[in-house]
């Protein structure tokens, strides 16, 4: 266990906010997640969301009821140091060799394909669905509006520009192809779904990687 | 946590000798693939959890020095246990190390960490030696599974144990074992779901009596060399698991020997840093697991 210092703390709700560390040394792959330590040394993994080449390492929390160590997060102030676990993960986007890659996350979810965009600027995946509930939770989107294939879906906020309804309204946007890897992550109801999904379209479980961050009977 | 001298160590509380077990041959080589770990279950015998490294990731080149020297001793299996072996990023070419001389027993909670590289354990079916992986579901009600493990990760852990089973590796499943349970009752309730995931209805199902938490102290009986003549036959003393494994486990960066799978949280089971020196050293039952064997016959082995 080390400790790092608080570059900054962003928030884009009064649950959602972006917690930026000094990095240090530390070495990371893609979908890498590290324990942080809350000071009653309860600890939560949380994956980063940053590139493997930036100086700072940077990590989507949520601030979920009863949630000791993001309520502790959340107070932490320029300077602080926070207690961390070295990096670890199995998670990896992207990381099958001679593949090409299907995105699709639902909230703070999106952290491990940031790490990965932002790791591999020149490498898009063939599709990047991301579902949020409304629009001002959306993390970096005009980082993800780059991507050519990318769809935002807002399950309780109409606009004009984006779907509304759960993303696993957008499946039929997949492509399909032997040399795909789906890699879903963020909410268990969401991957549970869109994995007997693509089974049923004939996708081999082996090409498809998923990481729970919430439940459903968990989310307000 | 540390037992304070040897003259502590070699006599229980009474001052009566404190049964032992010494070792007459290396069957089994189990390896700590470290305590890091996807779950986060209240009553883990390893206080596994995300990030924790108490007992750190082996290395394919901390594996590979201890397989090499095993197959000296004439070893015939390698057994593996964490935390949870598929979070160790080193694991599946330790597993293909060790498939290439014998066969080998994982024992996992079969969510995430396993599920998303079955494209990379499929390959092992090509190995020489068979695979079995011990998954574990700890009760035959999910909720009661999943209330210690996280929601869903019952009917993960059973839908991976049948596509295990299916790819064509080894399965069995290990639960948790209730005091005064009608264990022959409560093995049966696992049918529907064994009938659910397409397994054998006799799958082989190990049963865990309650090990407590790492560097617990709970008061159990102690075990002296009466108690190991008087009590317990040749044979008996013979199924100890002390008797014919032992135990990698690295720590602080060094890798040690340890007397069984269950005892890594005392120093004194470090029996040495080869396994030479660890077969030589007389294995006291000091510590409060070592009850379970010696009441119940407990062994984390299985036969291959």
């Known amino acids: 266990m080390s400790s790092l210092t608080v570059r900054n703390v962003i928030f884009r709700t009064d649950e959602l906010f972006e917690l930026q560390l ?8 893609p979908g890498s997640c590290m324990a942080l330590f809350s000071d009653s040394t309860e600890s939560r993994p949380y994956s980063i969301a940053a590139g ?59 952290a491990p394909f940031l790490s990965y965009l932002r790791s591999n600027p ?56 032997d040399d795909i890897h789906y890699y879903l992550c963020g909410l268990d109801t969401m991957i549970d779904e869109t994995s007997a999904w693509l089974e049923n379209h004939g996708v081999a479980y082996t090409q498809i990687h998923r990481e729970i961050f919430f439940y459903e009977d968990e989310q307000h | 946590m540390k037992m304070n001298s040897t003259e502590q160590w070699n006599y229980t509380s009474q001052q009566e000798p404190r049964g032992y ?13 470290g305590t890091n770990c996807n779950l986060r279950c209240p009553f883990c015998l390893e206080g ?29 299996k390698f057994s593996f246990t964490g935390g949870e072996p598929f979070v160790n990023p080193e694991f599946i070419p330790i597993l293909a190390a060790a498939l290439a001389h014998h066969p080998c027993l994982l024992l996992t909670n079969a969510t995430e960490p396993l599920m998303n590289q079955m ?5 092992l079916l090509e190995q020489p030696n068979s695979l079995n992986f011990r998954v574990s579901l700890d009760h035959p009600d999910p909720a009661k599974h999943d209330e210690s493990r996280g929601k869903g990760n019952f009917r993960k852990a059973l839908d991976t144990l049948g596509r295990l089973h299916r790819e064509g590796f080894g399965v069995s499943i290990a639960r948790h074992m209730l005091p005064g349970e009608d264990s022959v009752a409560v093995d049966q309730d696992y049918a529907p ?71 890594d949280d005392v120093d004194n089971y470090d029996l040495g840093k080869t396994l030479h020196e660890a077969m030589e050293q007389r294995v006291m039952l000091g510590h409060h697991r070592c009850y379970s064997c010696f009441a119940g016959g407990a062994s984390c082995s299985e036969g291959s």
Not at chain 1, 22 to 29: D, K, M, Y
Not at chain 2, 48 to 68: M, Y
């Open chain 1, 122 to 177: 020149s490498c898009t995946p063939e599709l990047c669905l991301y579902g949020v509930r409304r629009l001002v939770e959306a993390f970096n989107l005009e980082e993800l509006q780059r991507i050519e294939n990318f769809s935002l879906a807002l399950s309780q906020e109409e606009t004009n520009d984006h779907f509304y309804g759960r993303v696993t309204g957008l499946l039929e946007q997949i492509p399909f192809s």
């Open chain 1, 22 to 29: 000094e990095r240090g040394t530390l070495q990371f792959e």
């Open chain 2, 119 to 123: 494209g990379a354990i499929l390959p």
């Open chain 2, 193 to 263: 779901y064994f009938e659910t995931a397409r397994v054998p209805a006799d799958l082989t199902i190990i049963k865990f009596p309650e090990f407590h938490l790492p560097g617990s102290l709970p008061q159990v009986a102690e075990i002296t060399e009466t108690c190991m003549t008087q009590y317990l036959s040749a044979e008996r003393r013979a199924a100890f698991m002390c008797n014919y494994s032992k135990m990698i486990v690295k720590k602080n960066g060094q890798c040690g020997v340890y007397a069984c799978t269950l005892v």
């Open chain 1, 52 to 110: 493997t080449g930036d100086e700072i390492l940077r990590f989507l929390v949520r601030r979920v009821a009863d949630g000791t160590v993001s309520h502790w997060l959340a107070q932490r102030k320029q300077g602080d140091k926070v207690q961390v676990s070295a990096p670890f993960g199995w998670f990896r986007p992207g990381a099958a060799t001679g593949s090409r890659s299907v995105f699709i996350a639902t909230g703070t979810g999106i």
């Open chain 2, 48 to 76: 596994s959890k995300p990030g924790d490294n108490r007992i750190e990731f082996l290395t394919l080149a901390d594996a590979q020095r201890f397989i090499d020297e095993a197959l000296l001793l004439g070893v015939k």
């Open chain 2, 21 to 33: 077990i010494q070792p007459q041959s290396l069957e089994e080589l189990w390896f700590h693939t």
